[in-house]
């Protein structure tokens, strides 16, 4: 108890003090009243480049509903997970009666040793996945990673290479938990897109109860509708909101060749059709 008093007084410093300092200071406060702290009620778990940042967003504005600290992905289940529980529960608020508590990292719909672990540590949360037409999260995904400096192919020639890039990494992404995948994380512009597989992989741990998901196209149609969607699958109070802009869009003018466009959609079809069956829903992804 002295040494969090002690502590508390240093994040409550003068602003002369180091930022450094004080943030040493916080995250050594928060390891040690992490027994207070709050533990995910539910999770944004992807898809990547399909508007989570945005509901992400959207859902920490909720007055019944809180966010996890200072960045949107903590990327606990996949890249931290040896950390432990201690860490991540240090990353949330302290437990409030009628809260919700909720993170959310893009890379847990599509890492498959994920559900295994979320189930073990949060076997009641719920899970909430937006999924983007696979053919234009492809291209999203690319320009991303070309912003990023990450890739210097053409976008003809890193999905003609995904193959090769990708080969072994997920055998090898089951074999051994601690293993971290720089190509399966950046390079998997196809592999993304086949979304029933990856929804399949969490019902192997999750009843179907405890999703729901949703289309990034509908999300942006009508952000207010699926936010009441959302807050009905949550059990919250939906409160009307009014929303202004997209959050964390790229900025590019360029599309990919009619013909690209009419490879990749010949690719996803057989997964779109499943996906659709499951959800039983026409996404009108053309």
Request: hydrophobic residues 30%.
């Amino acid at each position: 108890m002295q040494l969090i008093k002690k502590l508390q007084e240093k994040i409550t410093q003068p602003t002369y003090e180091k930022r450094s300092f004080r943030k040493r200071a916080l995250a050594r406060y928060r390891m040690l009243t992490h027994e207070n702290r709050a533990l995910p009620d539910f999770m944004i778990i992807g898809t990547q480049k399909g508007g989570t940042t945005s509901l992400y967003r959207y859902l920490a504005k909720h007055p019944d509903i809180n966010p996890n600290y200072v960045v949107k992905e903590l990327s606990f289940f996949d890249e931290d997970y040896s950390r432990g529980e201690i860490w991540y529960r240090s990353n949330f608020p302290k437990k409030r009666a009628g809260k919700l508590y909720f993170e959310g990292t893009t890379h847990y719909l599509y890492n498959p040793i994920v559900p295994k672990r979320v189930k073990q540590m949060l076997p009641n949360v719920k899970v909430i996945a937006l999924l983007r037409n696979p053919i234009d999260r492809a291209y999203s995904s690319y320009k991303h990673q070309v912003r990023a400096g990450r890739e210097s192919l053409s976008f003809e020639d890193a999905i003609e290479s995904e193959s090769k890039r990708l080969s072994g990494e997920k055998d090898r992404l089951l074999a051994d938990p601690s293993y971290i995948s720089y190509n399966y994380n950046h390079f998997s512009y196809i592999e993304r897109g086949k979304y029933i597989d990856q929804v399949n992989n969490w019902l192997e741990f999750f009843s179907k109860n405890q999703m729901l998901i949703l289309s990034s196209e509908d999300f942006f149609q009508d952000t207010d509708g699926s936010l009441k969607q959302i807050c009905d699958f949550l059990g919250v109070k939906h409160i009307k909101t009014n929303p202004k802009k997209k959050h964390n869009t790229g900025g590019y003018k360029d599309t990919m060749s009619a013909d690209m466009r009419e490879n990749l959609k010949l690719i996803f079809e057989p997964y779109n059709a499943k996906l659709q069956k499951f959800l039983d829903k026409d996404l009108h992804w053309d």
